[in-house]
């Protein structure tokens, strides 16, 4: 089923389309790889060079499960210049003047700045670089919170709505509570480290070198090697500490109402008057995704389009954004969002089928709930599945990938599913701009699908002849197979890689623009069959 579905994938298009000849020997798993090691010191990060770029490493050169970006850059690239491809990063906005960014932002150039005149009658005033349909609106409710205040006392799903509140706020204030004790411990087993070293910058290696050792001493010792492991740090608890207190206060309050401000119907999907030209960040979240997209095409335009709050989005604020970023020309958007719940999913399902339509290809993050998202209780949303089947053929759903080539390799938060998920991209500690020009280091899905943004992108500005379906086609079979026995996200279950994705794979931007240099869509097995290695 799955290889059948591949093989569909790869014939949807009639014509061959290479633009660019890229020679070279496509990447493979040598056997040394495959039981890769890191030590605890390479966990803390590889080495200082590799420690922010490690999305963009080799498997065999840098013994990193990255996407192969600067091989590629090398050997392949070099000084070609392709055309320019708009992103659509459809987020929590972007701050465009951001020094890593500022070069790489869409402009429209049918847009005269700031004359409050929509001088290309698109219907969005001075949107000179994306638009904003949240307006001056950030915070906001849970999907289900939303539908409960709307829901009638008959209705049979109000108990179902009352108990995602209810259990999501149990499991906040119980993670509070963890977090709390974690660092409370973190903090006195730091403090007992620096007192038996004699250093405030010590390693590990100095404390297990102390002789004779108390109890007190090898706890410490313990639960540090833990907190390093698991990139435990002072600044990341007060982060999750204010995201699990904001989600009581707001995500999950349903005396909150974060979309008065806006002044819509968001059920009235022809009240589009709204929003503004404003679509700076507010949370970091769309800047680091950006950074993300420009760290891999160096011919990006990155086209901002705020619809996502902190909470759920409105699906008529995606289905919009859809519609906005097609018209104006992205060839790639990405979706770094989801929720449990859609209730005008058929809007969001048209918009997607709109940018089909229009040659357009979606990238979507699986979501960080540690969920087989084949099963019908763990779907997310926005989904190119309906009713089972794949309605669309212009999404790439990714999971997200650690830099550890072990059963690790799938990212403990990842959702995942051998129908719904397509591939795997780095989403573990990934290292990207955010607001007030400064960098920081994210977990999540959020992170694996601007990867895939990333790579699509490179892919479009090289081949722009090639349909949207091929480049997925392309991202999909060119990929890196994955450690052959993997954890299963939220238990200890061991599990192949084709029980984890579509492909089993991660996806490599070296082997993608071998690929696509042969890639005949008349003839699909043919292009498959020159790099049997590959795709196998």
């Not at 014939?11 to 039981?35: A, D, W």
């Not at 902190?310 to 979706?335: M, R």
């Not at 989403?427 to 990207?432: A, D, E, L, R």
Request: aromatic share 10%.
């Amino acid at each position: 089923m799955i290889k059948n579905l591949l093989i569909y994938l790869l014939v949807l298009s009639t014509t061959s389309c290479s633009t660019y000849r890229f020679i070279g020997n496509p990447i493979t798993i040598n056997s040394e790889n495959l039981n890769i090691k890191l030590s605890e010191e390479d966990i803390v990060f590889f080495n200082e060079n590799q420690k922010e770029i490690w999305p963009l490493l080799d498997i065999n050169d840098d013994k990193i499960p990255g996407m192969s970006v600067n091989k590629a850059n090398k050997e392949l690239i070099k000084d070609k210049k392709g055309e320019e491809v708009i992103v659509a990063i459809i987020d929590s906005g972007v701050e465009i003047d951001h020094p890593y960014l500022s070069e790489f932002i869409w402009t429209n150039s049918n847009e005269i700045p700031n004359n409050s005149i929509d001088d290309d009658q698109n219907g969005y005033v001075d949107d000179l670089n994306g638009w904003n349909f949240l307006g001056k609106s950030d915070k906001e409710n849970l999907e289900y919170v939303r539908l409960l205040k709307k829901s009638k006392p008959e209705d049979k799903m109000r108990e179902i709505y009352q108990k995602e509140i209810d259990d999501a706020i149990d499991k906040n204030n119980k993670t509070l509570n963890r977090i709390r004790s974690l660092s409370k411990t973190m903090e006195k087993s730091d403090s007992i480290l620096k007192v038996a070293t004699g250093k405030d910058d010590y390693k590990i290696k100095d404390a297990k070198e102390i002789v004779p050792k108390s109890i007190e001493i090898d706890e410490a010792i313990r639960f540090m090697e833990s907190a390093i492991s698991n990139n435990w740090t002072e600044s990341r608890f007060l982060d999750a500490i204010d995201y699990y207190e904001s989600s009581n206060k707001y995500h999950n309050n349903i005396e909150f109402d974060g979309r008065s401000i806006v002044g819509d119907d968001p059920d009235n999907f022809n009240d589009r008057n709204y929003g503004d030209s404003n679509v700076d960040d507010t949370n970091n979240h769309g800047t680091h995704v950006s950074g993300i997209v420009r760290s891999i095409s160096k011919s990006v335009k990155i086209m901002s389009i705020r619809c996502v709050p902190d909470g759920d989005e409105y699906d008529k604020d995606v289905a919009l954004s859809i519609i906005y970023a097609v018209d104006n020309g992205a060839k790639v958007i990405n979706f770094s969002f989801g929720k449990k719940f859609s209730p005008h999913s058929d809007w969001v399902n048209d918009a997607m089928q709109y940018a089909a339509e229009k040659d357009v290809l979606i990238v979507n993050a699986a979501g960080n709930s540690a969920n087989n998202i084949d099963l019908s209780e763990n779907k997310s949303y926005p989904s190119d599945n309906f009713d089972g089947k794949e309605f669309i053929n212009n999404m790439i759903t990714v999971g997200a990938s650690t830099f550890r080539f072990d059963s690790t390799q799938v990212a403990s938060f990842s959702n995942y599913g051998s129908k719904n998920v397509d591939i795997f991209a780095p989403g573990f500690q990934v290292y990207s701009s955010i607001r007030d020009g400064k960098f920081k280091y994210n977990n999540g899905t959020s992170m694996a699908a601007p990867h895939i943004s990333g790579v699509a992108a490179v892919l479009r500005s090289f081949y722009p002849k090639l349909s949207a379906s091929s480049i997925k086609s392309i991202i999909l079979n060119s990929g890196i197979s994955m450690n052959k026995k993997l954890k299963e996200p939220g238990s200890e279950n061991i599990l192949e890689p084709n029980s984890m994705s579509l492909t089993g794979k991660t996806v490599n931007l070296y082997n993608a623009l071998i690929y696509a240099s042969i890639f005949k869509k008349n003839d699909p097995k043919g292009s498959l069959n020159k790099y049997k290695s590959i795709i196998k």
